[in-house]
């Protein structure tokens, strides 16, 4: 799927770039709207005749109540307090972005498109300048006051919704809070801990001597479990185990930032230790056989069977839903969060799991073609005042929450369904502050939807690395870099990805390792480094 999706996005890019090259396309500016169909007014509801259409991703937790987002009762209260009329448009369930690719190839785009528009072929430079989206510059400023005011009083997150040309393009997802960014780490058995007397583990010799019990003692077929992945940044996948043991390891799952500098993880000879302790320990049945092919299913099921007493794993469809199922069958049954393994006890791990405020998942853009962009612009501005941000993070007040003290509580509708629902399905019908979008999450959800202590001690435990010292900046290349980066980047991924299942499989001796990183030097990793390097010199320099 992975390499027809690149085919098409490749298609895509080249006929964008051609057409730049050519000068058929000055970049996508905004024409006025007919002001006949819009009241001149900042205020809701607006007076129009319009029906907007909006693509959007169905996240997995609202496709288990609606099979289209409009039928929700989020969307019809969007629709009576903003006065705009809104058509939902999904693509099929697995298939999202080979659907963007056709669908942006087409040219037949909708009034709005949520999308992780880093990952369009050229950036959001390109998709502006072939005239697939617009530049939000003017429209922000004028028809969205309420985003416009949080930006410039937040410079940082400000920089990072921006291309290097200082254009907006999106209206983004925003996480401004720290909690928000720290919801995925490591778990364990607790009840396994204490049953075999051991502390919890915090260096990569702890987690051996943990696993070799559960293996010995506890008769658990595969230790550790873990998923594979799909990065979104990155447009690859790659296997969890990376994540847990980066900071136990010093070595990185891509490409990181030390001192301005952009480094990759995987060619650096900490990798090479990380391979030597993954392969040591599948050699003796400590990780699950199948970590290279897991699913979340998978996962789920080997956690809830006692097949495995290790994993990572998000707070809420993770650790939250297991301890939930588990506590019905075994009252003694406890899994805890974890923190990071370091290199040696004591010390602050260099790497975790920490994301960054900007997610552009989920942020939307409008697209260059609209008749309604003014419109668009002022229903998505409505997320970012306080009635929308109300409304997205908690929904209908006195129906899924109501205020106690000032604050916003969730109703037992919410927390105690008596359909026995999870929070976040019922979620699903009244908000979005559970998912993403395009508003400004608010951690007052996380710490309600985060109801168990477990997981309420996750967001302490897991934000204990260093990794927002390192994390990559959303940086967008050029259009020029970018033909460089989508030919070099889909062959070094997939070289990469081989070769670690090869390492840790025992399928190739680490005495090739050098062989592999000169391998990758030879893909055209340091050009791709020097392209990253100059996105990053560039991301400094915005205002």
Not at 14 to 37: D, E, R, V
Not at 79 to 95: A, D, F, M, N, S
Not at 526 to 540: K, T
């Amino acid at each position: 799927m992975f390499v027809k999706e690149y085919k098409i996005l490749l298609i895509i890019f080249y006929c964008s770039f051609l057409a730049i090259i050519l000068g058929c396309s000055s970049g996508s500016t905004h024409k006025p709207q007919n002001n006949t169909s819009i009241e001149e007014s900042s205020g809701y509801p607006i007076k129009t005749d319009i029906t907007l259409k909006y693509w959007m991703i169905l996240h997995n937790n609202v496709s288990q109540v609606a099979d289209n987002f409009g039928n929700l009762p989020i969307a019809k209260e969007l629709e009576k307090r903003t006065g705009v009329r809104v058509k939902y448009i999904h693509p099929p369930k697995g298939q999202e972005k080979e659907a963007f690719t056709i669908m942006a190839a087409s040219g037949e785009l909708p009034d709005i498109i949520e999308y992780n528009w880093l990952m369009y072929p050229g950036g959001p430079n390109n998709a502006i300048e072939n005239g697939t989206i617009l530049k939000l510059d003017t429209l922000i400023k004028d028809y969205a006051p309420n985003l416009y005011h949080y930006l410039n009083t937040h410079p940082d997150i400000n920089k990072m919704v921006k291309t290097d040309d200082g254009h907006y393009y999106v209206f983004p997802f925003l996480r401004p809070d720290e909690d928000l960014l720290v919801t995925f780490g490591p778990v364990i058995r607790k009840d396994w801990l204490d049953e075999l007397n051991l502390n919890l583990p915090e260096t990569l010799s702890d987690w051996y001597n943990m696993l070799k019990a559960f293996k010995d003692k506890k008769y658990a077929q595969a230790p550790l479990t873990a998923t594979v992945k799909l990065d979104d940044d990155r447009n690859t996948t790659f296997t969890e185990l990376i994540k847990i043991f980066s900071g136990a390891t010093n070595s990185y799952q891509h490409f990181y930032i030390e001192d301005k500098k952009v480094k990759y993880g995987p060619i650096e000879e900490s990798r090479k230790y990380f391979f030597y302790c993954m392969a040591k320990w599948f050699r003796e049945g400590l990780i699950d056989n199948n970590f290279a092919i897991n699913d979340n299913n998978a996962q789920e099921y080997n956690i809830l069977s006692g097949k495995s007493g290790a994993t990572i794993c998000s707070g809420g469809s993770g650790l939250g839903k297991w301890i939930t199922a588990l506590k019905r069958q075994n009252p003694n049954y406890d899994l805890i969060p974890v923190g990071y393994p370091s290199d040696e006890k004591g010390k602050m791990p260099k790497f975790g799991a920490r994301s960054l405020e900007y997610s552009n998942p989920g942020s939307a853009a409008i697209n260059a073609n609209s008749k309604n962009a003014e419109t668009a612009a002022r229903y998505l501005d409505f997320m970012y005042g306080e009635e929308g941000h109300m409304l997205m993070n908690f929904g209908l007040e006195n129906v899924s929450y109501k205020k106690i003290n000032g604050n916003p509580v969730y109703t037992d509708l919410i927390m105690k369904s008596k359909e026995n629902l999870a929070p976040a399905t019922v979620m699903s019908k009244y908000m979005r502050g559970h998912t993403n979008g395009a508003f400004i999450q608010d951690e007052r959800y996380l710490k309600q939807y985060y109801s168990l202590p477990q997981q309420k001690d996750a967001l302490n435990i897991w934000g204990k690395t260093d990794q927002k010292k390192y994390r990559m900046l959303p940086v967008t290349p050029t259009v020029e870099e970018s033909v460089d980066l989508s030919r070099m980047m889909n062959d070094i991924n997939t070289y990469v990805n081989d070769m670690t299942y090869k390492f840790i499989m025992g399928k190739e001796p680490l005495s090739k390792f050098d062989e592999y990183v000169l391998k990758v030097r030879e893909l055209g990793v340091d050009r791709v480094l020097s392209i990253y390097q100059s996105a990053l010199d560039r991301y400094y320099k915005r205002l």
